[in-house]
């Protein structure tokens, strides 16, 4: 029974950017590895000479030409947001000072 | 099929919600009532019985109404004209709210409208409301909804399952004339299942994801979810077609037709579970011999385990569904990732290990390849037969409350549904009868990419021999 831990846990967690409860840590360590376990199954199956596909369609390179249509406004676009500014979506700073 | 005289008793009762699309569009044409008649009873039986079934998250009553007095005019030269029609809350309604059925977007009013929403409306159907489903579509009962959960109408104290619960539920109760749905693995039929109506799952691509929230990119499937198997084809017949806005969209190219008593059906014993409702095994053989009692042949065919499907499709999906929720920052619309409920955060941690870094290979690209082992096989015994048939679901519909505590639950309820999802095959759900409960019972038809129309036309075949739908919920 293969255990997530949880260091592994909350890395995974860091990756999709969710915040975590200590409690959900342990939790999820737990249901997760339950999960795995149910699709340990698949290791049964022989694959080695199986080409892998994502896709049903069969489509391959769908292209269009290079036109402008019809997009939305601006004004549209930020109709959702609760932070905006002169046009813009307000965001975290990403860059800061050199010397903090 | 209703007489004349079902059909006069229908509009003296002004019931007109329990009239099925064909039925309305007849009614309308012939000017026996308008479109904002049938608009009003509909409002009506929402008014009066969604509160027990709570199908819906938004009916904006001023709205329907100001919309199905303007087609009145154009009522006969469109083909959906006056047409109320429920729709699932992850379809994108311009300037109507849509939720996913979560937190992070319950005040999200769309700018734009799914494409399946466009077709709608230019056919000029009216759009009723939207229909409660499990949040994100992450669910096989509707109980995962961050609202409320719906009840199926046919016993209150059970789920309709799900994702769309709301929609299927919306249809067993007359609450509504036709609706859509959307289907990943399941979502579609399995509702339609355990409430006892028409579900079709198009093959992968027919119908446009376009404005759809997604769930898994490569699965999500809208599909029709109607009272008759005739209203199924006609909205299917809207929605179908290539979309420039989906780059995963095809046209639809029917299969070449055979005369129907020349349909071979497979049969699989891995889809008939030890572990299943003897009820519901015993009620889908009886409808599979319907089709043998009109000469057409059976043949057993040996099917890869449902067991490796739930699998294949547990990494598949939650790998896709991690990839498709990030974009929920909370900066360009809806609440910060914090509101994501406790199914949506697990789905998308196991599904972020499954791609991460040493760990993609023994996971999702062995899904991938199991995708493909999937895909091979029904290829292969479609080579022999034409159609499969076997019970939609392994139970009929569960309490409220049967998912707590089931991390697996939806994969479960799923497992026969998966894999042909998985293929990006076409599948249809009819009702073939009521357990002693009196719980509806789902027969599902699968069959090859493509192959949309045999479908239907096999479950019309079925529709026409049998009268399960005139039997109706006591909710009154």
């Known amino acids: 029974m293969q255990k997530l831990s949880e260091k592994e846990v909350r890395h995974i967690a860091k990756l999709a950017q969710l915040p975590l409860s200590d409690e959900e840590v342990r939790t999820f360590a737990e249901q997760l590895s339950e999960t795995l376990d149910y699709i340990e199954r698949l290791k049964e199956l022989k694959t080695e000479a199986v080409q892998p596909t994502y896709q049903t369609t069969g489509l391959k390179n769908v292209f269009r030409e290079d036109e402008i249509g019809p997009c939305l406004s601006q004004e549209e676009a930020l109709q959702n947001s609760e932070e905006t500014y002169k046009g813009y979506f307000k965001v975290k700073a990403v860059l800061g000072p050199l010397n903090p | ?476």
């Open chain 2, 1 to 476: 099929m209703k007489s004349l005289r079902d059909y006069k008793e229908i509009e003296n009762k002004m019931a007109l919600n329990e009239l099925t699309i064909v039925e309305a569009r007849e009614g309308l044409k012939e000017k026996r009532f308008s479109a904002v008649e049938l608009a009003r009873d509909c409002l009506g039986a929402i008014k009066k019985i969604d509160p027990r079934v709570k199908a819906y998250v938004t009916v904006d009553e001023e709205r329907v109404l100001k919309e199905s007095k303007a087609v009145e005019k154009k009522l006969s030269e469109l083909p959906l004209g006056g047409v109320p029609i429920a729709v699932k809350d992850n379809f994108l309604t311009r300037g109507l709210r849509t939720t996913a059925s979560s937190w992070v977007l319950e005040n999200y009013l769309p700018v734009y409208d799914a494409t399946v929403i466009s077709k709608l409306k230019e056919a000029g159907a009216i759009i009723l409301g939207k229909t409660n489903m499990d949040a994100w579509a992450h669910g096989s009962s509707t109980e995962t909804s961050q609202f409320f959960p719906t009840h199926n109408p046919w016993d209150l104290e059970r789920l309709p399952g799900g994702s769309s619960g709301g929609s299927a539920a919306a249809i067993a109760a007359d609450l509504t004339i036709g609706a859509i749905g959307s289907e990943t693995a399941g979502s579609i039929r399995q509702p339609a299942s355990w409430c006892g109506v028409v579900g079709l799952k198009p093959s992968y691509g027919v119908v446009s994801r376009y404005g759809v929230i997604a769930m898994a990119s490569s699965l999500d499937s809208p599909g029709p979810m109607t009272k008759t198997v005739e209203d199924s084809r006609l909205l299917f017949e809207i929605l179908r077609g290539r979309d420039s806005h989906d780059a995963t969209s095809v046209d639809f190219r029917p299969l070449p037709q055979k005369p129907f008593r020349q349909v071979r059906i497979g049969v699989a014993p891995q889809y008939f579970p030890a572990e299943m409702d003897e009820e519901v095994k015993t009620m889908v053989k009886e409808a599979i011999n319907l089709f043998t009692g009109q000469g057409l042949a059976t043949k057993e065919v040996r099917l890869i385990d449902p067991q490796f499907a739930i699998a294949d499709y547990t990494v598949l999906q939650r790998a896709e569904v991690s990839s498709n929720l990030a974009r929920y920052d909370g900066i360009r619309y809806g609440r910060d990732r914090s509101f994501f409920g406790e199914e949506a955060k697990r789905r998308i941690m196991l599904g972020t290990y499954t791609l991460s870094a040493g760990y993609y290979d023994a996971y999702y690209l062995r899904a991938e390849k199991v995708r493909a082992l999937l895909c091979h096989d029904f290829e292969k015994v479609f080579q022999e037969i034409d159609v499969i048939m076997a019970p939609t679901t392994p139970s009929t519909a569960l309490k409220l409350g049967a998912t707590k505590g089931h991390p697996m639950f939806g994969e479960v309820q799923d497992m026969l549904v998966e894999a042909s999802s998985i293929a990006g095959l076409p599948g249809i759900n009819l009702n073939c009868g009521f357990t002693k409960k009196g719980l509806p019972v789902g027969l599902q038809i699968i069959g090859p990419r493509f192959s949309e129309l045999l479908l239907l036309g096999m479950a019309q075949m079925y529709e026409k021999a049998t009268d399960w739908q005139k039997r109706k919920p006591s909710l009154n």
